[in-house]
């Protein structure tokens, strides 16, 4: 079992267990909605039952610090923003429900926003072998601008920072500039 910022939650053969929030719904939405846009590397709605949703558990290790290395390289930065882009195109089209509620109470969908992931950093990221082959955790997906999105990987994995900032990569670790 694991403790995220949200849930516990509970990893079972293929499948991830998380508890049902009043925003699951929404997510579940989105989720549907990438499948069958055929985006890939991203968690498919199993199941929902006794207060639980169930999501497929895609293989491989989240981003947490120490970091892998493939985040400390243009591959790692790359292979994000090859995601987002497409996950970008994906979403553009999609139009939750007006009754949609999110994990930000007060935000709702209009035209000309995107559903943003509204988390995107490395801790939400699965890598292996330098390969990224998932974003999770969607809870704070809302309504939005995608340069948000686009902000977040850049504030959390380009080095804005210091070197002696130990949230962000030291820029004389990469090779980014």
Not at 29 to 58: M, N, Q, T, W
Not at 133 to 145: K, M, N, R, S
Request: charged share 25%; net charge negative; glycine share 10%.
């Amino acid at each position: 079992m694991n403790r995220g910022a949200l849930n516990t939650v509970e990893h079972i053969g293929s499948l991830v267990r998380r508890p049902v929030n009043r925003w699951t719904s929404a997510v579940h939405g989105l989720l549907r909605f990438l499948e069958d846009a055929g985006l890939g590397r991203v968690p498919r709605v199993a199941d929902l039952k006794d207060g639980y949703e169930e999501l497929s558990y895609i293989e491989g290790k989240a981003g947490l610090r120490p970091w892998p290395e493939v985040l400390k390289t243009d591959s790692g930065l790359s292979q994000l923003a090859g995601f987002l882009k497409s996950y970008h195109l994906a979403v553009k089209d999609y139009v939750p429900p007006e009754e949609t509620e999110w994990c930000a109470p007060d935000v709702k969908w209009q035209p000309g926003l995107i559903i943003r992931h509204g988390d995107l950093g490395p801790w939400n990221t699965i890598w292996h072998d330098g390969v990224l082959q998932g974003v999770i955790d969607w809870d704070f997906a809302e309504p939005g601008e995608a340069v948000t999105d686009l902000a977040q990987i850049a504030w959390y994995l380009v080095p804005l920072r210091a070197a002696a900032n130990p949230g962000g990569r030291s820029a004389t670790k990469n090779r980014l500039y």
